[in-house]
C-alpha cells in the first residue's frame, strides 16, 4: 500500500534541485569571503620601563580627555608585564584602531 503512494522520483527534478542549492552556498560563501577580506583591527603595542604606573595611567587619562585625545578614534590599553623573561619593560600600552575608522585621517 505504501508503494502505491510513492511517486517516481524525477532526476531532472533533483538535478535542478541540487544546482540551486550548489548556486546558493556558493553565492553566500562568496558574500562573506568578501566581507572579511579585511582585518577586524589594527593595533600596535609599546614597551615602557615605568617606575611611577599611577603617573604614566594620569598622562594617558589627560590625553584621553584633550582635544587631541577625544579626536582619536581608538582603544587604548595599559598592562603591566608581570613574567617577561630577560626583556627590562614592566609595562605595555597597546592601540587598536578599526579599519572603517580610518585613524590617520585625525591624527
Known amino acids: 500500500m505504501v508503494n502505491e503512494q510513492l511517486k517516481p522520483i524525477n532526476l531532472r527534478k533533483i538535478m ?5 542549492f550548489l548556486i546558493l552556498v556558493l553565492t ?7 566581507a572579511a577580506e579585511g582585518p577586524l583591527f589594527y593595533g600596535q603595542s609599546y ?5 611611577d604606573p599611577a603617573a604614566m595611567l594620569m598622562v594617558m587619562d589627560e590625553y ?13 590599553v595599559l598592562s603591566q608585564n608581570i613574567v617577561n623573561g630577560d626583556y627590562a619593560s614592566t609595562h605595555q600600552v597597546h592601540g587598536f584602531f ?6 590617520w585621517i585625525n591624527l
Open 28 to 34: 553566500i560563501r562568496t558574500t562573506l569571503v568578501s
Open 64 to 76: 584621553r580627555a584633550s582635544q587631541t585625545g577625544k579626536k582619536t578614534p581608538n582603544t587604548v
Open 98 to 103: 578599526t579599519p572603517a575608522l580610518q585613524p
Open 16 to 20: 535542478r534541485l541540487k544546482q540551486f
Open 47 to 51: 614597551d615602557f620601563v615605568v617606575r
